[in-house]
């Protein structure tokens, strides 16, 4: 019998970077990066990961595998629908995991109901328990959600969720699916489910929260407030239009201020700052500056008052320190001179070091660094072990590229490019050098047969201070009506900037090779 913990001191984080997460326009992962990110997610200690949606495409199905395959101590689950079909794949994805599980989801609004699924309350109903009966039969673990719950009729709500508690629900999701809850309502609605729905007591209550009005974290403490023992949330809080909960936000949140709370998680908080940046290194979505937690200017004190009290007491104006996330210091740590013991020993203080990383191929990559650019700092071996760690055979690699422009003449670019064992070269002129190498990346693109795809964004950011530091490009492409984000870094921008494109391009070209199945999925 699994353990009830809705009644204990502790919030399990429920992480969905990898289902929901992934919903964002262009956010994309293949199976190699969403291993990556799993395993840093385990790394954190997060209880359960969401790792995508078996049956959704071929694609989706092969990442919960293989997730669940490589984990052992989360509860590794997969989403489904209330179909047959959809409930055998999601336990056959899982069927290697330590601790598999099954996350069934039916929409109990009336508006989803008469507009989405065509069906009444008594079908909704029976369709729900049947699904959990069903998913109870492959797994122990069962959550259920009622999509849309927080504009559905709360006494209807309450049937729905006792009938999948009977048929054996262990988890019961209560999701703000269109970000429209306000705390203080959502807090009333878990203290009444948990009060008013027969076998209430045996499950885990859970929310889950998207962000449209801005209250998605907000909206989570309130349900923690109300009973609810689960949160889901993702890395960075990236998701469908403005986002899921942030898994940072809310943790930070709730250790914070365990003098109001008086709750705790299980996740190790240091793990945080990396966990933020492998993200954004795999799918190119930046973090804004003013992001709480993990953005850029998070721990920075500008205002010359603010500065004078931090020196004089941290406590001044901190109410968390950098270090209890895994920031770094950015401190200057090594350079070309350094050996591989001082290079491994950095990455064990920085908490980077990993089974799973190919320490050979990290330094040599910061050997690479350090050849160009003076001073390495602690940012930079956070983004060359994001790198490594991601790193996969890609059918798009760049060989060469030269790129010149002068005051008079006309910007252009040569360069090389292979695909398995088939190499091209292609060069351009363009109105700078960035557009010139894109133009001549196109040209390589189509001789290799692939549709030429557009540009829709193209952003460049610095990671350190300084003229020799790295910059860190993210472009997004577009082929119809599929979007791919790609990142790349290095101290030449116009490296940058290619490596960037093909990351896209490769990702375009596993989303052609992994179509959803079906339009209809997806919550
Ligand atoms: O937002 C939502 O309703 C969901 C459910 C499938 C949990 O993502
Ligand atoms: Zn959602």
């Known amino acids: ?17 990898l289902r929901d997460g992934e919903q964002s326009p262009g956010a994309t992962m293949n199976v ?25 495409s071929d694609g989706d199905f092969a990442a919960v595998q293989a997730v669940a395959a490589a984990l052992t101590a989360p509860v590794v689950l997969s989403l489904s629908r209330t179909k047959e079909a959809d409930i055998v794949r999601a336990a056959r994805a899982v069927e290697k995991a330590r601790n598999p599980g099954i996350h069934v989801f039916i929409a109990t609004s009336d508006i989803h109901l008469k507009h989405k699924l065509m069906m009444s309350r008594e079908q909704v109903l029976e369709a729900a328990g049947w699904a959990v009966d069903l998913a109870k039969k492959h797994v122990g673990h069962v959550e259920f959600s009622a999509e849309d719950a927080s504009r559905s009729d709360p006494e209807y709500l ?7 508690i009977r048929m054996g629900a262990t988890v019961c999701n209560v999701p703000d699916t269109t970000g429209y809850a306000i705390p203080e309502q959502l807090q009333a609605l878990f203290a009444h489910l948990k009060t008013n729905v027969p076998g209430g007591d045996r499950v885990t209550w859970s929310t889950h929260n998207h962000n449209d009005l801005g209250m998605a974290v907000a909206n989570s403490l309130a349900a923690v407030r109300g009973g609810a023992r689960q949160v889901e949330c993702t890395i960075n809080g990236i998701g469908e239009r403005a986002g899921n909960t942030s898994m940072e936000e809310v943790v930070m ?17 240091e793990q945080i700052y990396r966990a933020s940046r492998l993200l954004t290194q795999v ?12 953005g850029e200017n998070a721990f920075a004190h500008e205002a010359g008052i603010h500065q004078d009290g931090v020196l004089k007491h941290k406590l001044n104006y901190e109410i968390m320190k950098p270090e209890k996330i895994g920031r770094p210091s950015n401190s200057l740590v090594l350079g070309k001179h350094s050996g591989r013991a001082a290079f491994v020993d950095r990455l064990k203080t920085l908490g980077l070091f990993q089974p799973e990383l190919d320490v050979n191929k990290a330094f040599a990559a910061f ?41 008079d003449g006309t910007p252009q670019a040569r360069l090389k490019v292979r695909i398995g064992d088939r190499e091209t070269e292609a060069s351009a002129t363009g109105a700078g050098v960035v557009d010139a190498t894109y133009a001549a990346l196109a040209q390589a693109v189509e001789r290799f047969g692939s549709r030429v795809p557009q540009l829709e964004r193209y952003a460049v950011k610095a990671i350190t201070g300084g003229t020799d530091a790295q910059g860190e ?26 490596l960037a494109y093909l990351a896209a391009v490769n990702k375009l070209e596993y989303l052609r090779t992994y179509r959803p199945v079906d339009s209809e999925h997806g919550p």
């Not at 914070?256 to 008086?262: G, H, I, K, P, V």
């Not at 790198?387 to 060989?399: A, C, G, K, M």
């Not at 984000?485 to 490296?495: E, K, L, S, V």
Request: proline residues 2%; aromatic residues 4%.
């Open 1 to 17: 019998m699994e353990k009830r913990d809705d009644t204990t001191d502790v919030v399990r984080i429920f992480d969905t970077t």
């Open 32 to 56: 190699e990066e969403k291993l990556a990110i799993a395993r840093q997610l385990e790394e954190l200690g997060v209880d359960v990961i969401e790792a995508g949606f078996a049956a959704s």
């Open 158 to 164: 309450c049937s729905v969720f006792a009938e999948a």
């Open 253 to 269: 949140a709730l250790d914070t201020r365990r003098d109001y709370f008086a709750l705790s998680t299980n996740i190790r908080t």
């Open 283 to 294: 799918t190119g979505i930046a973090v804004p500056i003013n992001k709480p937690v993990v």
């Open 367 to 407: 050997k690479a660094l350090a050849d160009r650019k003076k001073n390495v700092y602690d940012e930079d071996l956070v983004a060359i072990v994001a790198e490594e760690s991601t790193r996969v055979p890609n059918s798009y690699e760049l060989l060469s590229l030269e790129a010149s422009s002068t005051t």
């Open 473 to 498: 490009v993210s472009c997004l492409l577009r082929d119809g009506d599929t979007v791919a984000i790609g990142q790349g870094a290095h101290t030449d921008i116009i490296m940058a900037s290619a």
